[in-house]
């Protein structure tokens, strides 16, 4: 995994908060900035694929809304949410490596998958089982 050093300005308060985030994950402030950053782009990437499907077939309802909410918020109480530390962050770093990829998003998935036997749902797989196979590790895969 290639490493890009930059150099950036936080405000005051939001440099504190999060290098005392990244010392509660046993991170570094590089590593969690790196991980709140590709949570960030999952988000815009879903918001981008949202606002693309809305202007092919319109603004979604506040009904379709309600409805999506409540769906996923039964989803999610199944789901158990791991902080990206830095081990998992390494492992999924080693994962993105062996498999030629830069999701660490998914890496992080895979690993975490790997560790306990889990089965992965997802609406697009590939870059899932890439990393899967690359770890040459157990992990279920149900694509959406």
């Given amino acids: 995994m290639t490493v890009r050093k930059l150099s950036i300005g936080l405000q ?21 900035l790196n991980a709140a950053a590709a949570r960030a782009l999952v988000l815009e990437e879903g918001l981008a ?27 999610l109480s199944g789901c158990r949410i791991e902080p990206l530390n830095e081990a998992r962050a390494r ?20 690993v975490g998958a790997a560790s306990r ?6 609406s697009g797989g590939r870059d899932l089982a890439r990393l899967r196979d690359a770890l040459d590790v157990e992990v279920r ?4």
Avoid: F, N, P
């Fill in 12 to 32: 005051e308060e939001v440099a504190a908060a999060a290098s005392h985030a990244a010392d509660l994950q046993g991170m570094s402030l590089s590593a969690w």
């Fill in 49 to 75: 694929a949202v606002r693309a499907w809305e202007a092919k077939h319109g603004a979604l309802s506040h009904h379709e809304l309600i409805w999506a909410d409540t769906v996923l918020d039964g989803l």
């Fill in 91 to 110: 492992s999924a770093g080693v994962a993105c490596g062996a498999a030629g990829s830069s999701d660490v998003a998914d890496a992080s998935v895979v």
């Fill in 117 to 122: 036997g889990d089965l992965v749902l997802s």
């Fill in 141 to 144: 895969l149900q694509i959406l």
